[in-house]
């Protein structure tokens, strides 16, 4: 009966010291589980730093990259305009320099033109036969329409510095002042270009004091 009581005892203690380690080996596991998640932990912040310092960079260097190009698209918009204006000029210039080149052969080509007119006056006063002279006219007014170039009408008309160059003036109470009383020379235009202005004698209103005189 004795011996049974011991061995239970010592049995009893047994059972209590493992089950005092297994509670130890408890703690323990917990101590590391709670160490290796604090460890975890740390490794995720650490990792997580970089990328938030790259993504920080990133928008540093986007928003860099959206000014610059603003800039460019501005400069293009400048570059562009003054390409265009320099295009436009250049068109000018070419189309002036054409321009001028032809209003030079059509000057001299309507001096030939006003010589045959008079030439053509000259003998019809005369009785002679102009047929030949005539029919040159016709082909040279053919070729002056051709080119849209038409005559600027004058008489009658108020005097514009524009259109007509007057050389002299006539005292004419029952016209209007600067009235065209006259066409000297014939001139011409071509579209909005002046080949060259009407010479024209324009009229002027009589000074009371011309009329008081007399």
């Known amino acids: 009966m004795r011996l049974y009581n011991k061995s239970k005892i010592t049995l009893n203690k047994k059972n209590t010291e493992l089950s005092e380690k297994d509670q130890q080996d408890s703690k323990s596991d917990i101590v590391t589980n709670d160490s290796n998640n604090n460890s975890v932990n740390e490794e995720v912040e650490i990792t997580n730093q970089p990328n938030e310092l790259m993504i920080s960079k990133l928008k540093t260097e986007l928003e860099s990259t959206k000014q610059n190009l603003a800039e460019y698209e501005e400069k293009l918009k400048y570059s562009l305009a003054d390409f265009q204006n320099l295009q436009r000029k250049t068109q000018s210039d070419i189309e002036n320099g054409i321009n001028l080149k032809i209003d030079k052969l059509l000057l001299n080509f309507l001096t030939i033109y006003d010589d045959l007119i008079l030439a053509k006056k000259v003998l019809n006063d005369e009785k002679i036969n102009v047929s030949g002279l005539e029919s040159i006219i016709k082909n040279m007014n053919s070729l002056l329409s051709e080119y849209n170039v ?65």
């Open 150 to 214: 038409v005559p600027i009408n004058a008489l009658g008309e108020n005097f514009n510095p524009n259109l007509h160059e007057a050389v002299s003036v006539v005292e004419d109470s029952s016209l209007d002042e600067g009235t065209i009383t006259k066409e000297i020379r014939k001139g011409y235009i071509s579209g909005d270009r002046v080949i060259r202005p009407t010479i024209v004698e324009i009229s002027k209103k009589i000074k009371l004091d011309n009329l008081n005189g007399e």
